[in-house]
Nanobody, 127 residues
Framework: QVQLVESGGGSVQAGGSLKLSCAAS????????VGWFRQARGKERDFVAT????????YYADSVLGRFTISRDNTENTVYLQMNSLKPEDTAIYSC????????????????????WGQGTQVTVSS
């Protein structure tokens, strides 16, 4: 069983940047699709970005396209989310999730396609 731990959250002003990390332990997740999701207070959890298990394919929500970049280092068992040009509406708890190994798809955008979730890290963007 893999465990996921997010880090890198914090408070920044609008226009700033943060880099989130999602570290896996317990077993490798180098054969799992990994996604980032976010949940703002009082709202449903939304898809942000996803990356294939080899890292060659990525997909983003329209709201973050061009500002966020997802990447992974399978030698370090870590997936990253570089967030630039942050806006107040990006404020949320950000969680990473991993699919089952060799799950058969290049990437996933729906919560139900993910098998394991981290606890999340808070990102707050002030205007």
């Amino acid at each position: 069983q893999v465990q996921l731990v997010e880090s890198g959250g914090g408070s920044v002003q609008a226009g700033g940047s943060l880099k989130l990390s999602c570290a896996a332990s317990g077993r490798t997740f180098s054969t799992s699709v990994v996604g980032w999701f976010r949940q703002a207070r009082g709202k449903e959890r939304d898809f942000v970005a996803t990356i294939s298990w080899k890292g060659e394919s990525t997909y983003y929500a329209d709201s973050v396209l061009g500002r966020f970049t997802i990447s992974r280092d399978n030698t370090e068992n870590t997936v990253y989310l570089q967030m630039n040009s942050l806006k107040p509406e990006d404020t949320a708890i950000y969680s990473c999730a991993a699919s089952a190994p060799y799950s058969g798809s290049i990437y996933y955008t729906k919560e139900n396609d993910y098998h394991t979730w981290g606890q999340g890290t808070q990102v707050t963007v002030s205007s």
